[in-house]
């Protein structure tokens, strides 16, 4: 399960810099306005009390495969439950909108 984790997190890093091309498609997982550092910050928070990992999913809303991984990790009951039962997940967005991480 872990391989699966890691493969599919090296397949969003190389493919992350795709830009996405549908402007139907409006969803919104990445906030540009959340600072990035305090979003880990939390998380640490959270998983110590919690005792689970840290998850970041670091993309933008205009990354098709960021998207797809999303909704792939939340509807496949498998993966869901994996990283509910032992990850904080947080969203770290990377785009132009956020100075901070550039």
Same mark, same amino acid.
């Given at each position: 399960?872990?391989?699966? &984790?890691?493969?599919?997190?090296?397949?969003l890093m190389? /493919?992350?810099? $795709? #830009? =996405?091309?549908?402007?139907q498609?409006? &969803?919104s997982?990445?906030?540009?306005?959340?600072?990035? /550092?305090e979003? $880990? #910050? =939390?998380?640490?928070?959270?998983?110590?009390?919690?005792?689970?990992h840290?998850?970041?999913m670091?993309?933008g809303n205009?990354?098709?495969?960021c998207k797809m991984?999303?909704t792939f990790?939340?509807?496949?009951l498998s993966?869901?439950?994996?990283?509910?039962?032992?990850y904080?997940?947080?969203h770290?967005?990377y785009?132009?909108?956020?100075?901070?991480i550039?």
């Amino acid at each position: 399960m872990k391989k699966q &984790v890691y493969t599919a997190l090296t397949i969003l890093m190389v /493919f992350g810099v $795709i #830009k =996405q091309t549908n402007a139907q498609e409006k &969803v919104s997982i990445y906030h540009p306005e959340k600072n990035a /550092f305090e979003q $880990i #910050k =939390q998380a640490e928070i959270t998983a110590q009390k919690e005792g689970k990992h840290i998850f970041l999913m670091i993309g933008g809303n205009w990354c098709r495969w960021c998207k797809m991984f999303d909704t792939f990790s939340k509807t496949d009951l498998s993966v869901d439950s994996a990283f509910k039962a032992n990850y904080v997940v947080e969203h770290i967005n990377y785009s132009k909108e956020n100075k901070m991480i550039h």
